[in-house]
């Protein structure tokens, strides 16, 4: 079969946008793997897809897929290419869209600069949300925050619609994403694995950041990881309720009032090319 596709990205996090708005998407996991693959296919973090909303009240439906193939809760970066997209291909004249993901919804707005701000929702700190098995854990305690062993080092833990967990470290460039991060990941304790984020303070307002996503690895940049590191800071008394984020693909700017105000993610999203694929 012939499809046509957009690649994008927001920060380095790079995407297949697939538009299945007027014929349903009916790819194959196997077709899915060919379409990830960076050798043998286009290459990318993840597949977008964009699907009629099923719900008056939202305008579209967003659906995401990692490279292997498997679907998954959410992509911060990648609903910033959403907008990007939906406004670009004429399929809204909105500059503001509900779209609704696996888990919730969200609310995207396409800025005059051509960033997008994605509000994102409350984060989520209670360990059965991710799920996460604390049976037999001690928590310490940073500012009221609970951070818990895990893998000999100690996380906080957050879902934003996805789950995270996520480490301070003195240099992010030192950190040992690519050993340590997957023996997070996958640690039994997360029973749908989990995303690992390593977060250097480097200012109140500021934080460099990597992440080890899940099935991924390490991406240039990880929006819900940024969300989930800027909350879990603010909780801990590290930071302030503005944040810079400094990931290798580029910065985001991560807002959070606290309490169950919504996290806002601010952002690029940018069209690499458009294209076709035999599959």
């Known amino acids: 079969m012939r499809l046509r596709f957009t690649k994008m990205h927001g920060a380095g996090n790079d995407f297949v946008v697939i538009d299945a708005t007027r014929e349903p998407f009916a790819l194959s996991r196997e077709q899915m793997r060919l379409l990830g693959d960076r ?12 699907e009629p909303s099923t ?13 292997t193939g498997d679907e998954v809760e959410h992509c911060g970066n990648g609903s910033r290419c959403f907008v990007r997209f939906v406004v670009d291909a004429g ?17 995207l707005k396409l800025q005059d600069d051509g960033r997008v701000t994605v509000d994102m929702g409350p984060p ?20 009221g925050f609970a951070l818990w062993p895990v ?4 996380v906080g833990v957050v879902s934003m619609g996805n ?20 023996l997070i990941e996958r640690d039994a304790r997360f029973a749908k694995r989990v995303n690992a984020g390593f977060m250097q303070v480097l200012a109140r307002d500021r934080i460099a950041l990597r992440v080890y996503e899940r099935d991924a690895g390490e ?8 969300c989930a590191a800027v909350v879990a800071g603010i909780r801990a008394g590290w930071l302030d309720a503005a ?7 580029g910065l985001l700017r991560i807002e959070w009032a606290g309490g169950q105000s919504p996290v806002l993610m601010t952002g690029p999203a940018v069209k690499v090319f458009d294209g076709e694929i035999t599959l």
């Open 39 to 50: 050798r043998f296919g286009v290459g990318c973090d993840q597949i977008l897809v964009i």
């Open 55 to 67: 719900d008056a009240g939202a305008d579209f439906r967003y659906r995401i897929f990692n490279n």
């Open 91 to 107: 399929l809204t004249d909105k500059r503001e869209i509900h779209v609704d993901t696996m888990n919730r919804r969200l609310l």
């Open 124 to 143: 989520v700190f209670d360990p059965a949300a991710l799920p996460f098995d604390t049976r037999g854990l001690q928590p310490r305690l940073e500012n």
């Open 151 to 154: 893998q000999g080092v100690e």
């Open 163 to 182: 789950p995270h967990a996520v480490q301070r470290v003195d240099d992010v460039e030192a950190a040992p994403v690519l050993t340590l991060g997957p």
């Open 219 to 226: 991406t240039l940049a990880c929006g819900t990881g940024a």
């Open 243 to 249: 944040v810079e984020v400094q990931t290798r693909g």
